[in-house]
């Protein structure tokens, strides 16, 4: 005989499976008739079950909820799979646009383009197309430009739980000294 958390965790198992994208702990209880405690617990020990046993499939946080998707290191399989039908690479000038955005957060058009040096229309674009970054108001200002920020997309796509894994600046200069460091004593 299965028991109520075996029993709430499967079901819980077939909800992010069906869903397919992110999903809050408090929307997992209500489908599931539960309290967030309760669903929590379940997902907590249903996660531990898929990461015990490297399963192809992992639950993972993302933003403020949970995701099934492919665990990392299957990914390439599954690509070779079905396809590249996965979005294709950004652009130089849309990865840059996109960090000024993740950094910057909200921020309007007019600042990127003054960080960049270059009209941003269509990396904008092509961000917003792709779920990457979303218009999250306006500000009060002359003309009320659209502010930016990013998504539960841009965490999903570079496997971040929260915006605070992302690399801090100082960590990135450290990384680029040494980079440059390392070239000088190459040459």
Same mark, same amino acid.
């Given at each position: ?26 929307? @997992? *209880?209500?489908? %599931?008739?539960?309290?967030? +405690?309760?669903?929590? &617990? ?8 898929? !990461? ?45 646009? @996109? *960090?000024?955005? %993740?950094?910057?957060?909200? +921020?309007?058009?007019? &600042? ?8 941003? !229309? ?66």
């Amino acid at each position: 005989m299965v028991n109520r958390l075996e029993k709430l965790m499967k079901i819980i198992e077939g909800i992010l499976f069906a869903v397919g994208d992110v999903i809050t702990i408090d929307e @997992l *209880a209500s489908a %599931a008739g539960v309290t967030s +405690i309760e669903a929590k &617990a379940a997902l907590r020990e249903l996660k531990d079950q898929y !990461d015990q046993q490297q399963r192809g499939i992992e639950i993972a946080a993302i933003g403020d909820g949970y995701q099934m998707r492919t665990r990392e290191t299957y990914y390439e399989y599954v690509r070779k799979a079905v396809g590249d039908k996965a979005k294709k690479n950004l652009s130089p000038a849309a990865l840059e646009t @996109l *960090a000024i955005i %993740a950094y910057n957060q909200p +921020i309007i058009k007019s &600042a990127i383009e003054h960080v960049r040096g270059v009209n941003s !229309d269509g990396a904008v674009s092509t961000l917003l197309e792709r779920g990457l970054i979303e218009d999250v108001g306006r500000l009060d200002a002359p003309g009320r430009p659209i502010l930016y920020a990013t998504t539960n997309e841009f965490l999903r796509s570079f496997s971040l739980t929260s915006l605070s894994e992302m690399p801090q600046m100082k960590e990135l200069e450290k990384e680029k000294k040494e980079e440059n460091t390392q070239l000088q004593v190459e040459f």
